[in-house]
Nanobody
Framework: QVQLVESGGGLVQAGDSLRLSCVAS????????MGWFRQAPGKEREFVAT????????DYADSVKGRFTISRNSAKNTVYLQMNSLKPEDTAVYSC?????????????????WGQGTQVTVSS
């Protein structure tokens, strides 16, 4: 059974940092792109960041560029999202996902496995 389990969310103040982790089990995703998405209440799920299988390509939503960093440790089947300078508008449920291919993508339909998500709440 394939599982993606996120952790590291919480309640923080504006300007603080959080590091999200996503551990995969049931199979290896070392040859797959990985991504982070988020969904705020009443809004659609949106792309946050993606990383290629080899970590040589990353891409970010404009709203998080310069503040968030995606990385991965394929030996641990884990992907991370370092979030700095958090803002109240970053409040959402953050989910990781495994892509169908090797290369990073912003397209949600190209992700085939999803975690349940972890709540991030940023107070002003």
């Amino acid at each position: 059974q394939v599982q993606l389990v996120e952790s590291g969310g919480g309640l923080v103040q504006a300007g603080d940092s959080l590091r999200l982790s996503c551990v995969a089990s049931g199979r290896t995703f070392s040859n797959h792109a990985m991504g982070w998405f988020r969904q705020a209440p009443g809004k659609e799920r949106e792309f946050v960041a993606t990383i290629s299988w080899s970590s040589d390509f990353t891409d970010y939503a404009d709203s998080v560029k310069g503040r968030f960093t995606i990385s991965r440790n394929s030996a641990k089947n884990t992907v991370y999202l370092q979030m700095n300078s958090l803002k109240p508008e970053d409040t959402a449920v953050y989910s990781c996902a495994a892509g169908s291919g090797r290369f990073g993508t912003t397209i949600i339909n190209e992700y085939v496995y999803w975690g349940q998500g972890t709540q991030v709440t940023v107070s002003s």
